[in-house]
């Protein structure tokens, strides 16, 4: 079959910065945008940033518009989230996942995306 393997989760404290990374093994990766969703305890999972595949087109949550920067790297299938300036609002489980829709566009809701990452944990002190 196959996965989506997060790592890079942290503690740092505010206005720090991490690296996400998102490798994809044995499931299709050529086509397909590529999100990152995020989850706090007691509340719903919420977008923060995808990427397509062609042009590479980004689209980011307001919430870290301006801190955080979606790449991927298609020769090593491989997304990354660059985060900086952190919050301590931006503690969660961050969660990588594929689009359902093969050379489609962006999506902002997760029911545009079928495979999903374990999840990798960012705490961020005040």
């Known amino acids: 079959q196959g996965e989506l393997v997060e790592s890079g989760g942290g503690l740092v404290q505010a206005g720090g910065s991490l690296r996400l990374s998102c490798a994809a093994s044995?499931?299709?990766?050529?086509?397909?945008?590529m999100g990152w969703f995020r989850q706090a305890p007691g509340k719903e999972r919420e977008f923060v940033a995808t990427?397509?595949?062609?042009?590479?087109?980004?689209q980011y949550a307001d919430s870290v518009k301006g801190r955080f920067t979606i790449s991927r790297d298609n020769a090593k299938s491989t997304v990354y989230l660059q985060m900086n300036s952190l919050k301590p609002e931006d503690t969660a489980v961050y969660y990588c996942?594929?689009?359902?829709?093969?050379?489609?566009?962006?999506?902002?809701?997760?029911?545009?995306?079928?495979?999903w990452g374990q999840g990798t944990q960012v705490t961020v002190s005040s």
């Open positions: 996942t594929r689009s359902n829709d093969r050379w489609g566009g962006p999506s902002q809701n997760p029911g545009g995306y079928d495979y």
């Open positions: 044995g499931r299709t990766f050529r086509g397909y945008a």
């Open positions: 990427i397509t595949w062609g042009r590479g087109s980004t």
